[in-house]
């Protein structure tokens, strides 16, 4: 058998730049250098947005604490909808099965405490319109030593200080519940799991005074239900559900087929902990619901299943892996952009008091930016709710905290994590770029610069990448860099602050010049000698040999491997007199040998390209 291999080389000359240019960032962080030209990455960034819009980088959104209320003896929280307004509202209960609800008066920003019904061992609840008079009525999960199975609170006056109970069924260890019009009716129903293992569904009739128990699943599942959601996944005019589960590597998903038919489909997952909280969303914008997630371990994973147009066959795409645990993953545009984003709670040391977000950018190619946790509480335990709570089309957090060394200041607060223009640090540092050795020129920058806000540099630079050494002086104007910097270096990176005193408005950078003039090739200073020399050994995959000539000569350069196969002859005709770089790219990793000839003699150098 005969193999042809074939080695593809690409040939480039480099004059000496003089220029290094950076208006674009759009590529994001993470490449420390040495490059030869910034393109559109640089090494990291903190509050800044670099992503929104190529061309330009400006100040990242903040997120801002809300206080609602202190509530000493905090069991639990959880916003709904308690009136007649557009501003959802928060129900409270405490350790002593005391309930209160918060108005929110006005876009979040004033909340005025209202007494519940008389009860005791609400474990969840939700509203609607249940008895069709126009106001909300409250659904809720009961279990103590007087009631156990699912109720719902008529409400009996405006103010929502007066509830009446009623009774929907008994059930044992009633837990999660979910109001919505199950039947296409008019009128609102619920859907309940209980014992763990249970969901069923009850069909109001008669305004609330009659229920009809539908039986979706009753001991057929091996673990508990943790979660509850509901939507329209196979597109056929009905509901389905989908349910989180504990203590396992499966999502219950139950497809409704009609007339009280139900197909259970479990989607697995191969992992070391549990799928507990799940929600329906469209993440991809194909007009089909896929289901969000999270698997809290060490690595925990947040995830999400691509509905394919089969219920029976759904796609797992990892969304990000985080080395703490992770819980609960919900869903909610925070940057009003028409997507869907993934909101997570992240624990530390057994207590869960952070919470981050990933911002949908291309979710089928793997693309999300990561916004990183915007509280830190030392907390025993706390939850929080994905919600627009001052209804400015970004999606909010409601949040409760329970402390484990000062009881009495349990809270109940929310975040709105889109609050305006970061106000804090906020930095980029560019990657190193090889200059070769050189006087420094100028910097210059485009910006846009509104009323209490600012635009800065600082550079530094070094013949060493590995060791940059300190940050100049704040650069504030454009103007020469020769006092920043010293003379001959060849590798360089700045650094730009921007800034604002107004959240409100933001600082735009949209371009960054710095000039210099190049002295000679390292290695190579003396222009009276032909020399060859590696600019840069080892290198990844490109390697670059400086060409010192005195005089205009015939020069051929060839590469050889370390078995003595020419690779390629890289050069062969006439050079000008003085410095010049000459490029070889797309080497494989190994050892190379490049020998140049000129006016009668004969030079060779060693080099090595590594991995990238």
Partial sequence: ??????????????????TGIQSDWSGGPGVEGPVTDWGDSFLSSVLINWFDEA??????QMASYNHIRQVGDLAWAKPCHMDNDEYPDVFVTDGDDGTKWYHNASS????GERDFADTNGIVDITTGDVDGDGDYDVFASVHSYLNDGFFWYKRLNDYGTQWELQEIDSEDHPSRVFSLDFNGDGDIDLLGSYNGKHLSWWENQSSGQNWIKHIISENAMEHGITSIDVADCDNDGDYDVVCGTLNSDEIYLFINHGNDTWEFQGIEYVSEGSMREVSFADIDGDNLQDLVTD????????????NTGSTENW????????YTGVYPASVGDVDADDDIDVIIAISSSGTQSDFAWWENIDPLNNQWIY????????????????????????CDVVSYYRYSSNPSANKVAWWNLNSGYSTGTAQLESSILYVYDVDWGSIDWSAITPDGTSVSFEVRSSDDPEDMGDWSGIISSPGSLAPYLAGNDSYLQYRATLATTDSTVTPVLEDVVLTWATTGIEGSENFDEISLSILQNPSAGSVRFGVNLPSQFNVTLAVYDAAGRIVGNVVNGEYPAGSTAVQLDMLQPGTYFCRMQADGQSFTEQFTIIRD
């Fill in 1 to 18: 058998m005969r193999i042809m291999v074939v080695i593809l080389v690409m040939f480039t000359c480099i004059a000496f730049a003089d």
């Fill in 55 to 60: 061309g330009s980088i400006f100040l990242d």
């Fill in 108 to 111: 979040g920003s004033g909340w």
């Fill in 295 to 306: 698997i809290s371990g060490d690595p925990s994973e947040i995830l999400w299943f691509r």
């Fill in 315 to 322: 796609e797992p795409y990892l969304i990000d892996s985080v």
């Fill in 371 to 394: 916004h990183p946790p915007v509280v830190s509480e030392d907390i025993y335990r706390s939850n929080y709710f994905a919600e627009d709570v001052n209804q400015d089309g970004k």
